[in-house]
């Protein structure tokens, strides 16, 4: 089965798009005068913000800077305590760690793997200032919950929407559900700058102090320079290089037209996939919450012997992925902040089952049929 499986060509488990327009984009930019910051940087913003219907979009080097520009805005420092889950990519927690603050890790929900409001409750201390919310694989956390405990509390809530652009929680926005909400511009995300982020708000103050801190912390009042001297500029703050480029933005101006007709691709094959499974109970699919319209980043099962399954998928030339080891399972985190197993046991056992497939726009149904027959055959095998 194996041998003859692999002679069909490797599928990956996410990959970009790129289209001839979005290859002029790009040409248009290295010919201007503008590599880095120019006209473009505004223009994605502008569009960026509109396609989530916020007030405000900066845009950033990364999906980590701007989880990490998203918590210096609203001031988390040395000590301060945020929030965060188990069930998440790495950069989520680390960026609190670059602000010298402590990520506190809470468990996430058995059916669907999202942050559970209840253990956000109980890791709330007098020193939590933030909790980041993760809308894993695509699916919109419950924003009702978690405003509610943040409003009791005083707490900023950031969504880490990294995998949800275009997703809606009772036909509310993402980009919008929370104080801040952060997105990723890698090539295995919706949509690609090759390396690139974003931050939305409808907070015009913490918006400036983002393109402040993208740009070193220096401050470019106009007003000012043309009081000092044109070549005039201070520094305020500590800030990074976290810009993006005017070759980047063009890019990311020219997918986002792509999204819409994306993401309800993205819905279709997810689609498929469910009815498909509903005959292989072995494996079972994430739950869906009946508020949301999910943005299927991931589409993710659980599997019985998952690391079996993942070895057996490749040789078969499916690529697919495990997302993730729960953060407080990292050596570092382990090393420095005393965490271990036992900490979020939901995480833990989630993670030994969690298998991420193949999903991208241009995946066909044939694909999610030879996806679920391989997967089918091996589960079957691996149970005699
Ligand atoms: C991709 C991702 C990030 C980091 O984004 P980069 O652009 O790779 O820095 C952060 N959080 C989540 C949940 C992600 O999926």
New binding site residues.
């Given amino acids: 089965m194996t041998a003859e499986m692999s002679d069909l060509p490797f599928l990956p488990y996410g990959r970009q798009q790129i289209s001839a327009e979005d290859e002029a984009a790009v040409l248009e930019v290295l010919r201007s005068d503008w590599l880095t910051t120019g006209p473009r940087v505004a223009a994605f913003e502008q569009a960026f913000a509109q396609f989530c219907g916020a007030a405000e979009a900066v845009a950033v080097s ?3 800077a701007a ?1 990490h520009a998203a918590l210096q805005a609203v001031g988390i420092v040395e000590d301060d305590e945020v929030i965060v889950p188990a069930m ?2 790495a ?2 927690a680390n960026a609190v760690l670059y602000q010298r603050a402590k990520p506190v890790i809470a468990d996430v929900l058995p059916d669907t793997l999202l942050i559970d409001p209840v253990a956000v409750a109980a890791a709330i201390t007098p020193r939590t200032r933030a909790v980041i919310a ?1 809308d894993y694989a695509g699916q919109p956390c419950d924003y009702d919950a978690l405003r509610q405990l943040c409003d009791v509390h005083g707490l900023v809530l950031i969504a ?1 929407a ?2 949800a652009p275009g997703a809606l929680y009772k036909g509310r926005q993402v980009g919008t559900l929370a104080d801040l909400s952060t997105f ?3 090539p295995v ?1 919706h949509l690609t700058t090759a ?1 690139g ?1 974003m931050i939305t708000t409808q907070n015009p103050v913490w918006a400036e102090r983002m393109r402040v801190f993208r740009n070193h912390g220096i401050t470019s009042d106009h007003a000012q320079r043309e009081q000092k001297g044109t070549w005039f500029y201070e520094m305020q703050e500590l800030g990074y290089n976290y810009r993006l480029s005017d070759l980047q933005c063009a890019l990311g101006l020219s997918q986002l037209k792509q999204l819409p007709a994306w993401l309800t691709r993205r819905r279709q094959l997810a689609q498929t996939y469910q009815q498909l499974l509903l005959s292989l109970p072995q494996v079972q699919p994430l739950a869906l919450s009946p508020d949301i319209e999910h943005a299927w980043h991931l589409y993710v099962v659980q599997v019985p012997q998952r690391d079996r399954v993942f070895q057996a998928l490749r040789a078969a030339g499916i690529g697919c992925q495990v997302h993730y080891i729960p953060v407080h399972l990292h050596p570092y985190y382990q090393r420095h902040l005393q965490t271990g197993p036992g900490l979020c046991p939901v995480a833990e056992q989630a993670y030994a089952s969690v298998l991420s497939l193949p999903l991208f726009p241009q995946l066909s149904e044939a694909d999610v049929t030879r996806v679920l027959q391989s997967l089918g055959s091996i589960v079957r095998h691996l149970e005699k």
Avoid: Y
């Fill in positions: 990364s999906g980590t989880l998440t990519f950069a989520t993760v880490d990294c995998h990723s511009f890698h995300k390396e982020g």
